[in-house]
């Protein structure tokens, strides 16, 4: 059984799995109830989560009700309580590749004007490609695009189309997977076969892994970088309740 779920997972084509988990997220749930994890989307706790990961697979990972991620859980906690995302009046908001745990709640949000953006998933209200964004200058207050730019071909190009469609005083978050055991983003042309991008990049559809100058690409596009590390206010012990990860800042991007 857990072969056929790596399986799955790996396999399938994201809009495909996005359709059959309409039903799964309904039906796991009652398969995993207890009380000694707490997913903090949704308040729903569990004796255990799914595992997930496609080069190794994480025990505790995959909240079976939200569907959410250990960066998922962190990223809704920061929102919650380092940003006025859920308070201020008004947000013109744009989310790039949609996460299932945020997309129903991010747009029952009576503050946002919430619009999503993706090539091919089915949660998209707009299908466009990050290289050429088509909208205008300054158009949106607040912007999503997380574990999207492992993907592009050209990710300065992106990072500067992020940054032009973003209002001045508006803010992103970007988050990507990190080596925070290499200083430089690692990336090499000659890489192409599914096998060593998944060696090489943790995943067989990303095309580079980012380093420690993650950040220093981001202020290169022009953004102020804020590095946020959540879990330390947080704390261990709530930190191992809601199951985040071991360690990822949040690199909050402002448009000064």
Known sequence: ??????????????????????????????????????????????????????????????????????????????????????SAKHFDVLHIAPEQCFFKRFRAQPNLKYLTGDIVSPLADVKFDLHNAPFEDNSFDVIFCNHVLEHVDDYNQCMKELYRIMRPGGWGIFQVPIDYTRNATYEDKSITSEEDRLIHYWQKDHVRLFGLDYPDHLRKAGFTVIEENLQKEIGQLLSNRYRLPDYEPIYLCRKN
């Open 1 to 86: 059984m857990r072969k056929l779920y790596h399986f799955l997972l790996t396999s399938v084509p994201r809009p495909i799995l996005i359709r059959l988990s309409y039903v799964f997220n309904k039906l796991a749930p009652l398969f995993y109830f207890g009380n000694r994890f707490e997913d903090p989307i949704d308040g729903k706790t569990y004796r255990k989560l799914l595992p997930y990961g496609a080069l190794v697979m994480r025990e505790n990972a995959l909240a079976p009700g939200s569907l959410s991620l250990e960066r998922h859980r962190l990223m809704w906690l920061y929102l919650k309580q380092k940003t006025t995302f859920f």
